[in-house]
């Protein structure tokens, strides 16, 4: 195997262990606290998100005034091995500390060992590393310190450090399973419209922990996730609004451009999914058009329709494909194929972008598809969403012609 076939980080994973230290340990909370500085140097969305990802997913909704101190703060910053002394003057290390203005907020305690190149469902001891979080919890009550204590892990950690307030007397606490990490990351990287810089590094460490077996999510977990995934809330909510925005944005061009475009058979709400005969992960919406006069969708003749959004290519398609934002013209199955273009305007196609296929055939049958793909990428460099609008519009008016052309072809 070479160095190619495995993630950044399993290449930079080579800590040589040490007796009573896990490289596996001592690598991931490095590697963690580099990843969340990274996302929260960021302003607005990516910093909420990842402030949401603290507050909900790290530490399950624990620390009463938590989220306040988090969006009111200047600078979040994650340390690692702050060296303290506890009771007895006898020093320890905290492996990973977050900063809100300089003032402690969290003390995060990560517990994962490696057995043969993966990460064993098994912490230490249990009654060590309990009596380690006893210490740290007696430490910020000594302290005075209203940061919370979260023990990040791969299994669920001392059975009573969630329910004995007494033996644990921190401000609050939290357990948190690396795979839940793994789990946001995965939502972060396919849903955020991140600098493709971070996404690197994002994706990396998604890989890094999939293959430390780091990334086994339970049934339970998911579901626990899935109620505070909503509050990963403001950057995917500011996400969906802007891309319903692009979408209606882009449905007006549509109504005022596209020849007879038919307001009875249009998606129920945006983003509609399937809206591709040939991509299953595809969102946007589509229009029919011409068939005038007829409503009932089974006797149109044409069924020709266009479709615009974003799509995830299949595998066989297109190999290491990202998201693609997409206009498309097709004919469904049970309607009529579309003429191909004269030769010169097909090659005036072809030079702004269009795939032109005017018979397809699979084992439902046949149909045409006239194909303009983008990478969204290329938006990145200015306002995504009047980026992506004018992308839509002008593939919309683009695929209006077509159609105009196509149907004189009929004739």
């Not at 300089?102 to 003390?107: H, Q, R």
């Not at 069924?303 to 297109?318: E, H, I, L, R």
């Amino acid at each position: 195997m070479g160095l190619a076939d495995n993630s950044l980080y399993s290449n930079l994973f080579r800590y040589v262990p040490r007796e009573k230290r896990s490289p596996l340990e001592d690598f991931s909370t490095e590697a963690l606290a580099d990843l969340l500085n990274r996302l929260l140097e960021k302003k607005g969305p990516t910093r909420r998100a990842t402030e949401v990802f603290l507050t909900q997913v790290l530490c399950d909704g624990q620390g009463k005034d938590l989220d306040q101190r988090l969006r009111s703060a200047e600078r979040l910053i994650f340390g690692t091995q702050r060296r303290v002394f506890l009771k007895g003057n006898r020093p320890r290390r905290l492996d990973l500390c977050l900063y809100a203005d300089k003032a402690l907020a969290l003390v995060i305690e990560n517990k994962v060992r490696e057995t043969r190149g993966r990460a064993e469902y098994v912490t230490d001891d249990p009654s060590k590393t309990a009596k380690q979080l006893e210490e740290y919890a007696q430490y910020l009550r000594g302290e005075r310190s209203d940061a919370g204590l979260v023990l990040l892990s791969i299994d669920e950690g001392p059975g009573d450090f969630l329910s004995d307030e007494k033996r644990y007397p921190a401000s609050f606490r939290s357990v948190c399973r690396w795979p839940q990490v793994w789990l946001w990351l995965t939502k972060l990287a396919s849903r955020n419209n991140l600098e493709p810089e971070l996404l690197v590094f994002i994706r990396e460490f998604i890989l890094f922990l999939k293959e430390k077996n780091m990334d086994d999510i339970d049934a339970k977990e998911f579901q626990r996730f899935g109620k505070s995934l909503p509050v990963v809330c403001d950057y995917l909510e500011t996400f969906d609004n802007k891309l319903r925005e692009i979408l209606k944005d882009a449905r007006k061009v549509a109504e005022k451009t596209l020849p007879q475009y038919k307001k009875q058979l249009l998606p129920a709400s945006l983003p509609a999914s399937n809206v591709r005969s040939d991509v299953e992960n595809a969102i946007g919406d589509f229009a029919y058009c011409y068939d005038s006069g007829t409503k009932d969708w089974e006797l149109m003749k044409l069924k020709w329709y266009v479709g615009w959004g974003f799509q995830c290519p299949n595998a066989k398609a297109a190999k290491g494909a990202k998201v693609q934002a997409f206009v498309c013209i097709e004919s469904d199955y049970d309607g009529t194929l579309i003429p191909l273009p004269p030769a010169k305007e097909k090659t005036e196609l072809e030079e702004k972008g269009w795939t032109v296929s005017p018979k397809i055939t699979d084992d439902e049958g046949s149909y045409s598809l006239f194909l303009k793909v983008c990478d969204p990428e290329t938006f990145l460099g200015g306002p995504f969403t009047k980026a992506s609008s004018d992308w839509f519009r002008r593939g919309i008016k683009e695929a209006a012609q077509i159609l105009k052309t196509a149907k004189k072809a009929l004739k």
